[in-house]
């Protein structure tokens, strides 16, 4: 039996089709790793639906196994494949960077310019078996669930996020309730943030953010509710000293940057799908304000961070549905129609 059960995108438009592949054969410094536990996230329903960025960021690589979101156990080493033994329970850090480009020489490889992303440039993990460089495994404690674990990649991203300046003692607003929002709000109340103002315009998603600990719910669909009011009123008319944008949304963008306070700091996470106008004389130039953009999670500085962070996360509560593999039709659903937080399959 060579053969596994996966998940392909084999036609450039909307879909997917289960079919058996092949298991990978691992080179010398990768290994092979079981699925025990994958979870569907954003990009997924990207590629899924088979966006203008799908097509022109995948189209070349059809047909190809889709899914980056893993938690499993190693069942075969490469000879050259260090610091991973059989047995070991593992996540994947999807970002395989080339380590000899500058960004990788100078500390910074999560914007490897020759970065190759897991289920997005090469085979990802929607599959019972998947190869990866042993240097991006992710070597998990035992205790912790497959389920739970799977879920660190998008915590990952929003320790990255949130700890991309100072946080204790800040009054925080955070754009997005999805996952990565969510654990941003539980992040900046562990790590001693004075107020943390959760904005989405799904109330289901914002009873998450109450229940990870936001201090301040806004719903901006909410009839007759003025965002950047009722964000100045909650900050007694300074603005927010720290904006975290989630949500990928030009409207997120431009609220989240008229309420920061002068001097505060902007770090989007977000992606937008197209370009969008920004007041950049005011809103950045004359506040004196800090940007940045943020891409993926720091290599490994976000893993350590999470491993510590997970136990007091919660996480079990993010995980709203669990399906078998070969039942992602359902879980694209419940994502599509806004119906749950992490969905995770399992072969
Ligand atoms: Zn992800
Ligand atoms: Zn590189």
Known sequence: MNTMTAIW???????FEIKDAQIPKIKD??????????????????IYNWDAWSASRIGKNLPYIFGHEVSGEVVEVGKDAKG????????????IACNYCYQCRTGNSHICENVEILGVDRNGTFAEYLSLPARNAWVNDKSIPHHIATAQEPLGNAVHTVFNGEIAAKTVAIFGMGPIGVCGVRLCKLAGAEKVIAVDMNETRLKFAKDFGADVIINGSAEGVD????????????GADVFLEMAGSPGAMQDGLATLRPGGRASILGVFSKPFEIDVTN??????IQLNGVNGRKMFDSWYKSKSFLPK???????????????????????????G???????
């Open 9 to 15: 995108k084999t036609e450039p438009k909307q879909g």
């Open 29 to 46: 410094d990768e290994v092979l790793i079981k699925v025990k536990a994958t979870s569907i996230c954003g990009t997924d329903l990207h």
């Open 84 to 95: 991973v033994s059989i047995g070991d329970h593992v996540s994947a850090e999807t970002h």
């Open 313 to 339: 996360m919660n996480l079990e509560k993010l995980v709203t549905h669990k399906f078998k593999l070969t039942e992602i039709e359902k879980g694209f659903d419940v994502l599509l129609n806004h119906d």
């Open 341 to 347: 937080m992490k969905v995770v399959l399992e072969p």
């Open 227 to 238: 965002v950047r009011k009722e964000i100045m009123d909650a900050t007694n008319g300074a």
């Open 283 to 288: 809103d950045i130039v004359f506040k004196g």
